[in-house]
């Protein structure tokens, strides 16, 4: 039976929700964790954030925001634009070459695109930050189901099976009908594998929520009753986590080229 995988995404820079993030994950007994990306950006402990990552994670794939911080900020909004160059600056300031060269290394081969799968797993679970079809940058909205379904179609044609996703911030499954379930609208946040139906899971947000819930964001794929190669993974469940985000509100705003409203939109999970 394969172990449970703990995906995280959109860390943004928020040290505070991910140190209890990975508390709750540890606390689980749960020892395989995976990024989905952004890292970076938006939040004040970039460096610390990184570092959680390597050290906590078994690997983790390329968001817009580590992308922009590596190489250029195109298409961000001014708040995020100013979020990425000082981000540039904070990683830079590193006194330590080696820690300084080894942060970079570890951002810049960040993977686009992985596969997740066990010896015999015919589910292969895809993993990208954004869509299948545009694995950075494209945002899967749960308005799509209704005024682009046509979107989500070319989408799914590039799904096997099941296909997690970070990027909008906010949790849910899409199914191939097409639907998007809310994890408040699953029985015990729970969305169980359907023969015969491909779903996208969107983990939600580890630093910034946007569902209108401050709690930090994580989803755990857990395997089936009885799994087997056919069936090695049976259902994923939303957890919401708690953290203190006055501490996290208050490095922003002592931060000039981080915008308040950064620091705001936390309390209200926005």
Known sequence: MPAPVAFISDIHGNAEALSAVLADIRGKGITRVVCLGDIVGYGPEPIRCVDLVRENCEFSLMGNHDFGVLY?????????????FWTREALDAEPDDAKRQQRYEFLGRLRVRAVLSEPG??????LVHGSPRRPINEYIFSDDV???PDKLT???ER???V????????????????????PGELSDNTYRFVDGEKAIINVGSVGQPRDLDPRASYVVLEPANGAGADKPYGQVRFVRVPYNIEACAAKIKAIPQLSDWLADRLYEGR
């Open 154 to 156: 070319t989408i799914f």
């Open 72 to 84: 250029e900020p195109t298409n961000f909004n001014p708040s995020a634009e100013s979020a990425a």
């Open 121 to 126: 797993d015919r589910m292969n679970v895809l």
């Open 163 to 182: 296909c997690f996703v970070g990027h909008t911030h906010v949790p849910g499954v899409f199914t191939d009908e097409p639907d998007f379930y809310p």
């Open 146 to 148: 209704q005024s682009a």
């Open 159 to 161: 799904v096997s099976k």
